[in-house]
Antibody
Framework: QVQVVESGGGLVKPGGSLRLSCAASGFTFSDYYMTWIRQAPGKGLEWVSYIASSGYTNYPDSVKGRFTISRDNAKNSLYLQMNSLRAEDTAVYYC??????????????WGQGTLVTVSS | QSALTQPRSVSGSPGQSVTISCTGT?????????VSWFQQHPGKAPKLMIY???KRPSGVPDRFSGSKSGNTASLTISGLQAEDEADYYCCSYAGSYTLVFGGGTKLTVL
């Protein structure tokens, strides 16, 4: 069965760095686009990054230049390198699979999320 | 990118129908047939309920339906059940491989 499992969250000081991982199984990882979505405590969902099967990436302005999404198809893994972290980056971070040919509309499998807390 | 606009809360009694709106612009909701809806119960990950404006993934009851008119998309839940009580988020493709979410709507089943 399809599964995505995030890891790597934790407590980090403002200005620090953290690398999140997402292990995928049950599908041909290299064929799919992937994305990171976050949710601050008590708040709504926010799109954080996108990576195509080709390796093309994109980000919203709120994280552009600080966050880097990458993938290792040989390891069926997705990553999010987060640098220059701020208090407002505190959130649960979810990775999700995007079904192809749906104009990024079908985010069909989500992980359980990993909590990142940025605080001194 | 500005967030899509959803009502903060809606409510309905068991068996009734409710509709949640999601208003964007011609650069997102109105420009693409790529609106999706997610259900989120407390402490759980979001679950895809509708994609491509009106398509249902397998396993989602046909009580859930989606539509769009102009810059506003809607999620309708008919035959409300207690387990439908949750937060609902809309999401739209906004061009150039970007996504934008709505602020979320809390559905209360009375």
């Amino acid at each position: 069965q399809v599964q995505v499992v995030e890891s790597g969250g934790g407590l980090v000081k403002p200005g620090g760095s953290l690398r999140l991982s997402c292990a995928a199984s049950g599908f041909t990882f290299s064929d799919y686009y992937m994305t990171w979505i976050r949710q601050a405590p008590g708040k709504g969902l926010e799109w954080v990054s996108y990576i195509a099967s080709s390796g093309y990436t994109n980000y919203p302005d709120s994280v552009k230049g600080r966050f880097t999404i990458s993938r290792d198809n040989a390891k069926n893994s997705l990553y999010l390198q987060m640098n220059s972290l701020r208090a407002e980056d505190t959130a649960v971070y979810y990775c999700a699979r995007i079904d192809v040919d749906t104009n990024m509309s079908k985010l069909d499998y989500w992980g359980q999320g990993t909590l990142v807390t940025v605080s001194s | 990118q500005s967030a899509l606009t959803q009502p903060r809360s809606v409510s309905g009694s068991p068996g009734q129908s409710v509709t949640i709106s999601c208003t964007g612009t011609s650069s997102d909701v109105g420009g693409y047939n790529s609106v999706s809806w997610f259900q989120q119960h407390p402490g759980k990950a979001p679950k895809l309920m509708i994609y491509g404006v009106s398509k249902r993934p397998s396993g989602v009851p046909d009580r859930f339906s989606g539509s769009k008119s102009g810059n506003t998309a809607s999620l309708t839940i008919s035959g409300l059940q207690a387990e439908d009580e949750a937060d609902y988020y809309c999401c739209s493709y906004a061009g150039s491989y970007t996504l934008v979410f709505g602020g979320g709507t809390k559905l209360t089943v009375l």
